[in-house]
């Protein structure tokens, strides 16, 4: 076959060349015809009336979203646009809808509420949160389809985070229902959310301190394996909130026999079995990826490392490590991840974090207080997953990479 | 020098190594060699320690092996393997410079050292200096391996099968660099292979193993032609011994006077015609049949020897032309002899 096209051009069918990107698009577009974009009501307690999109936008701004739209869509076909040319010009559309979702909410609240009692709320539709992540995804398509460096990928999303960011810090957002519930709460947000770091961090030191070595020790001593990954999957199985609950008793029971262990805050409720629990959690990624990371050396090269006459210590530090790296970190990567969701569940036993924020919103059914916990834990979790992701690349040797 | 005395090596109630005595003297080329599972690998690894002895010694010079710490001793033994096991997070320079920097050599010293061999393997040092294993081809890589191999002037290189993984056009050529490397540092190489025909092309000696116990251990020619038992006899093939016999033959010790220009054709039936420096332009004559006698065969590359070429390989080129005589050129490919079919009809290629 020498029909003189490149083998990526050849696969593509001729009438849609981007499939994703198409889906994406019409999903967008079905959430913004069905699903009501904001809700307005008259207190934060009752459930509002439902505002669609072109109700809720200004006429050029919903005529704007569907001028990109259009673009969009003719990214997705094999015409005008040449493939990378219709991906750079996505990763310049698919932003500018972010963008103008985001303003258009903002402003659409700071309208309807303006004479309206101070006890009214708009908060954000499904169309809205279906309208803010197809883009993304877009953008996220994009990237991977251009394969493009790291670098350029790193600044084009702390770009977009700190254009977004303007947009919270100019006010733009202060009518929103959400907003609001963070103004009210904003010391106690602050608190919470520093807790929720500090339990995260708290759990994955130990679980990094207990886990890398027994990576090691897995890898050392094979008939240590099986036992070890027994109990870890086993500790991997027990839900979260049966965790939590079954440590409360044996903690309290420990926390009243030993009155220095109270005094450090050991008890049934609180931090130390939110800690314990999610260190047990973190322990099997941890201890699984060292594992990998130090079989996946070849054993060629450490006995030829062996042979050059390093020292068992020099053949660890100099040759393992080093090629083990980017997989331990890649565990890293999963349990922290993990780790800020799971956090959520420790609200429930008195840890606090911004599990508290969803727990009190969904008892008092004010879905805002949920979504002012739920948001920045997915925030955190992206996040952190990013910047790890980055870690993972440049750890991996230059040779190898 | 390294002698083994005794060396034994048992893996539950089965020898490996049975009760194995040989001496390397120093710069001598011996190459360990036998079927798969012969042991032959197990006593490579027994002299850096790779593996520990059972029983027996081995004397590195003086010293027994087993008296120094395994580190120091592994230091001052190059080791080279089949699958190179260069570090893959490490450049070129890098790998090469690993055991100078175990033993704390100086930064620019190290650097020096690195040229030096990466000139002496042929390896364009500006070019792969800081290149990464994955990005070299195989022939490169296995020479970044010898080198590395070579690095802190080892008194002793082990040499694991190095060329097992490398395509054989590769393999000839790394032969010949390591004969020239050997020929050039005279260390003492102890080599592992299988391949008869390498052990016969690189050999100074040559110790057979059959199932963990040494059967022969000799200079290469005597393995050919006075073979312990019949086991040595089947291993070595009896199908081509005669070439394998000449492969270990050189052209100066069958190179003949040639006759220039000479109208007496009768008598040995061709004629060599040069030109004015003494390089021979063709050969008039030397077919077999007496009515090929006028036929002229032009002097090429392809058809031609120097006194260095094996016999099996001047022969291979009488065959190949259908000449029976072969001219031997120097270095300036000055005709100073002809080897002849008659002439390795006519020795013994035992003497």
């Known amino acids: 076959m020498t029909d003189g096209r490149a083998p990526e051009e050849r696969r593509i069918s001729p009438v849609i060349a981007n499939r994703v990107l ?11 015809a069905l699903l009501p974009f904001a809700a307005m009501a008259p207190n934060r307690l009752m459930s509002g009336q439902s505002v669609g999109v072109t109700t809720a ?16 869509a003719l990214c997705a076909l094999p015409r005008p646009f040449p493939a990378r040319a219709a991906r750079w010009v996505t990763l310049g559309a698919a932003p500018l809808w972010l963008l103008l979702v985001l303003y258009g909410l903002g402003d659409y609240a ?6 309206a009692s101070s006890a009214a709320r708009v908060s954000q539709g499904a169309a809205f949160w279906i309208l803010v992540f197809c883009p993304v995804l877009m953008i996220v398509d994009a990237f991977q389809r251009l394969n493009i ?8 999303t702390v770009g977009l985070g700190v254009v977004i960011g303007a947009l919270f810090a100019s006010g733009i957002f202060d009518a929103l229902s959400i907003m609001r519930e963070y103004a009210n709460n904003r010391d106690t947000f602050t608190a919470e959310f520093l807790t929720h770091l500090r339990l995260v961090g708290l759990a994955l030191g130990p679980a990094l301190l207990v886990g890398l070595p027994l990576g090691l020790l897995a890898r050392r001593r094979p008939t240590a394996r099986g036992p070890l990954f027994g109990v870890l999957n086993f500790f991997q199985t027990i839900p979260s909130i049966a965790l939590f609950a079954l440590l409360v008793a044996p903690l309290s029971a420990l926390g009243e026999a030993l009155p220095w262990l109270k005094a450090l805050g050991v008890g049934g409720i609180g931090a130390a079995p939110a800690i314990i629990a999610l260190i047990m959690y973190s322990l099997l990624p941890v201890v699984r990826n ?9 054993a060629t090269t450490i006995e030829a490392a062996r042979g050059m006459g390093m020292t068992s210590r020099q053949i660890l530090w100099r040759v393992e490590v080093p090629l083990a790296l980017p997989v331990i970190l890649s565990g890293l990567r999963i349990v922290t991840v993990q780790a800020i969701g799971l956090t959520v569940v420790a609200a429930l036993i008195g840890a606090g974090g911004l599990g508290a924020f969803i727990f009190q919103g969904l008892g008092q059914y004010a879905i805002d207080l949920v979504l002012l916990g739920a948001v920045p834990t997915i925030a955190l979790a992206v996040v952190a997953d990013f910047l790890l992701q980055i870690l993972v690349v440049l750890s991996k040797p230059a040779g190898t990479r | 020098m390294i002698e083994l005395q005794g060396l034994t090596k048992i893996y539950g109630d089965k020898a490996a190594v049975d009760d194995v005595s040989l001496r390397i003297d120093s710069g001598e080329f011996g190459v360990l060699i036998g079927p798969s ?11 850096n320690r790779l593996i520990p002895a059972s029983r027996g010694r081995i004397l590195l010079g003086d010293d027994d092996v087993t008296r120094l710490p395994a580190e120091q001793l592994r230091r001052r033994i190059g080791y080279a393997i089949q699958s190179i096991g260069l570090f893959p997070h490490w450049s070129v320079a890098e790998n090469i410079a690993v055991v100078p920097g175990l033993l704390k050599w100086p930064k620019s010293r190290i650097a020096e050292r690195v040229d030096e061999l990466m000139a002496l393997f042929h390896l364009d040092a500006g070019e792969l200096r800081d290149k990464y294993p994955h990005q070299l081809s195989g022939g490169q890589a296995q020479r970044v391996g010898v080198a590395r191999a070579l690095a802190a002037d080892p008194e002793v290189l082990l040499m694991d099968e190095p060329f097992g993984a490398v395509d054989p056009l590769t393999r000839e050529v790394l032969q010949d660099e390591l004969l020239r490397v050997h020929q050039h540092t005279r260390k003492t190489i102890v080599f592992v292979t299988h391949d008869m025909d390498e052990a016969l092309k690189l050999a100074s000696r040559i110790a057979l193993l059959n199932a963990g116990r040494l059967v022969q ?26 070439l394998k016999l000449l492969s270990r033959r050189w052209v100066h010790q069958y190179q003949q006077h040639a006759t220039v220009q000479d109208a007496s054709l009768a008598q040995t039936g061709y004629t060599w015609e040069t030109d004015a420096e003494g390089r021979p332009i063709c050969l008039h004559g030397g077919r077999l049949n007496a009515e090929d006698r006028e036929q002229r065969t032009e002097v090429n590359q392809e058809w031609s020897a120097t006194p260095g070429m094996t016999m099996k390989e001047a022969l291979s080129r009488m065959v190949w032309f259908r000449v029976m005589v072969l001219p031997v050129l120097d270095d300036q490919g000055r005709l100073i002899g002809e080897v002849t079919m008659h002439g390795v009809m006519g020795q013994q290629p035992c003497a």
């Open chain 1, 149 to 156: 460096g790291l670098a350029l990928r790193g600044l084009y």
């Open chain 1, 57 to 72: 936008l200004l006429p050029w701004q919903w005529l704007s979203l569907a001028a990109l739209a259009g673009v969009l």
């Open chain 1, 110 to 115: 700071t309208r309807a509420l303006q004479d």
């Open chain 2, 37 to 47: 599972g012969c042991g032959k690998s197990t006593t490579l690894r027994m002299i």
């Open chain 1, 290 to 298: 060292t594992y990998a990371g130090f079989a996946g050396v070849p």
């Open chain 2, 217 to 242: 251990y000799d200079r290469p020619i005597e393995l050919l032609t006075r073979p312990a038992d019949d086991f040595v006899r089947s291993f070595i093939g009896k199908a081509d011994l005669g």
């Open chain 1, 22 to 32: 198409l889906t994406l698009l019409v999903a967008a577009l079905l959430g913004a």
